[in-house]
């Protein structure tokens, strides 16, 4: 295959997962495995994938600027906390000896896609919570401590585990709770891109064309996902992701 092919299936895969995060996430289920495919490192390509997708989720952030006000009182703790564990989870990725990680990655990716199908039932679940029995803010703080610990070594799944974690602060509405999920998303994976660069565990070659690909997938992807449906749209992450899982799986055993 020549080199550029190699980088137009990587801004391909990119192009997508910007769309597919910006109406179904999961977006990383796409572009992780397929710079693994194209021979990346594993933790180069999940440090490429962090870094070029990032990006594409601050369209996300502007969507939902009328949601902050509302959980301002929230807002700087929960930040801190989140781009703290973000930090921690990129240091640890990059203190993972790499065949380590290889043999991690399945189960990640297999991790990650459980909680993707488990989105629809977490939702419902938390659309039936009042807000009245939240954990308090030091334990809320506690747990989006981990969560972002592992949004910072892996991402994938992360928003889900976010989403599920704001309802144990007592948060009601399910708008304000996607608001502050896109923010802390932006935050860990923010702060995990500046360490990966600073590592230099990015492979600039993919990066850029991915970077564009991305933001513009989040902006035109979009749309036709919206048309096909996001139910189709979240079908398709599950099937690549359960997919990808079983091939991993087998190549390890």
Request: hydrophobic fraction near 55%; aromatic fraction near 10%.
């Given at each position: ?10 801004a391909?895969?990119?192009f ?19 710079l ?29 600027r ?7 009182p ?26 380590l990680?290889?043999?991690l ?63 144990f ?15 802390f ?9 500046i360490?990966?660069?600073s ?22 992807a ?32």
């Open positions: 295959m020549t080199e550029f092919y190699r980088v137009l299936i990587a391909t895969a990119a997508f997962a910007g769309g597919i995060n910006s109406v179904a996430g999961g977006g990383t289920l796409i572009s992780f495995p397929a693994v495919w194209l021979g990346l490192p594993a933790i180069t390509a999940n440090a490429t994938s962090t870094v070029a997708i990032w990006p594409g989720s601050l369209g996300s952030i502007w969507g939902f009328s949601e902050f006000g509302q959980v301002a929230k807002l700087k703790w929960l930040s801190i906390s989140s781009v703290i564990g973000g930090g921690i989870g990129a240091i640890l990725l990059r203190s993972t000896p790499a065949m990680f290889e043999r990655v399945p189960f990640l990716i297999l991790f990650a896609t459980i909680l993707f199908i488990a989105e629809g039932p977490i939702r419902k679940k938390l659309r039936g919570r009042n807000g009245t029995n939240g954990i308090g803010m030091a334990s809320a703080l506690i747990l989006t401590l981990f969560v972002a610990i592992y949004g910072g070594y892996f991402g994938a799944g992360m928003s889900i585990m976010m989403l599920s974690s704001l309802s602060l007592g948060m009601i509405d399910i708008l304000q709770r996607n608001a502050l999920t896109s923010l998303s932006l935050c860990v994976n923010g702060v995990a891109a360490l990966f660069i590592l230099g565990m990015v492979d600039w070659h993919y990066f850029l064309p991915m970077a564009m690909a991305a933001a513009i997938g989040g902006y035109g979009a749309g036709l996902a919206r048309r096909v449906g996001r139910v189709v749209v979240r079908r398709f992450v599950i099937v690549v992701g359960l997919a990808v899982s079983l091939v991993l799986l087998v190549r390890l055993f």
